[in-house]
C-alpha cells in the first residue's frame, strides 16, 4: 500500500526566503508524482507533473525534482512572496492500481511580508 | 476550455438525510475520479470512472455511498443515509483516456456538513 509523507506540516517564513518542501513515498513505482496547491476553501491547482522517467521539471519559480528509486520528491519555490501563502500537496499516481493517486496530508506554507 | 466543475459548492444537512454531488469534467475527459478529504486526514480516493464504467471503486466507504456516470458524461455522488462522518470536501478530477502521463484537472469541491 502506498503511502505519502510530507515535511514539515507547517513553514512559515519571510517573504523573499528560497524554500524547500519534502515529500517520500513508500513505493517507488510510480507512473509520475504531481505537486499541488490548495487555497483555502478552493480546488486543487496543478503546479507541476513529473513522470516517472524524468527527474525534475520548472515552472517559473518553482522547481521540483524526482528521486524515484530513493521514494523522494522536493518542491523549490524561489525568492517566495505572501502571495505563495497555501497548502502545498504532493501526489503519486501508481503503484499497484492504475490511476488512482495516493496524496501526503500537505505543508501548509505562509510566507509574510 | 471549461474546467472540472462541482455543485453544490456547500451543502449542510442533517443525519438521516440523502444528498447528491455532481461532477461535470472536461469534455473529451474519459477518466473521472472521486476523491474527499475528512478534517485531519489526507485527500483519499474513492473511485474511477471510465467512461460509463466502474474502473475501481476500492476507496468507496460503504454501501451508503453510490456513484454514477450516465452516458459517460457526467457524475454524480449520492450519500444515503447521511452520517456524521461523512463531513468532508468533495473533490471530482478528470483526465485523459490512456494518458497515464498526464496529469489530473481538479475541481474546486463540494464541502458537505452533516449535522
Known amino acids: 500500500k502506498q503511502e505519502v509523507t510530507q515535511i514539515p506540516a507547517a513553514l512559515s517564513v519571510p517573504e523573499g526566503e528560497n524554500l524547500v518542501l519534502n515529500c517520500s513515498f513508500t513505493d517507488s513505482a510510480i507512473y509520475n508524482l504531481q505537486w499541488f496547491r490548495q487555497d483555502p476553501g478552493k480546488g486543487l491547482t496543478s503546479l507541476l507533473l513529473i513522470q516517472s522517467s524524468q527527474r525534475e521539471q520548472t515552472s517559473g519559480r518553482l522547481n521540483a525534482s524526482l528521486d524515484k528509486s530513493s521514494g523522494r520528491s522536493t518542491l523549490y519555490i524561489a525568492a517566495s512572496q505572501p502571495g505563495d501563502s497555501a497548502t502545498y500537496l504532493c501526489a503519486v499516481r501508481g503503484g499497484t492500481s492504475y490511476g488512482k493517486l495516493t496524496f501526503g496530508q500537505g505543508t501548509i506554507l505562509t510566507v509574510h511580508p | 476550455e471549461a474546467g472540472v466543475t462541482q455543485f453544490p459548492s456547500h451543502s449542510v444537512i442533517e443525519k438521516g438525510q440523502t444528498v447528491t454531488l455532481r461532477c461535470d469534467p472536461i469534455?473529451?475527459?474519459?477518466?473521472l475520479y472521486w476523491y474527499r478529504r475528512v478534517m485531519g486526514k489526507e485527500i483519499k480516493f474513492l473511485l474511477h470512472f471510465v467512461k460509463e464504467s466502474k474502473q475501481d471503486e476500492s476507496g468507496m466507504p460503504n454501501n451508503r455511498f453510490l456513484a454514477e456516470r450516465t452516458g459517460g458524461t457526467y457524475s454524480t455522488l449520492k450519500v444515503q443515509p447521511a452520517e456524521l462522518e461523512d463531513s468532508g470536501v468533495y473533490f471530482c478530477a478528470s483526465s485523459q483516456q490512456g494518458a497515464v502521463g498526464y496529469g489530473y484537472t481538479f475541481g474546486s469541491g463540494t464541502r458537505l456538513t452533516v449535522v
Open positions: 469534455s473529451g475527459h474519459d477518466n
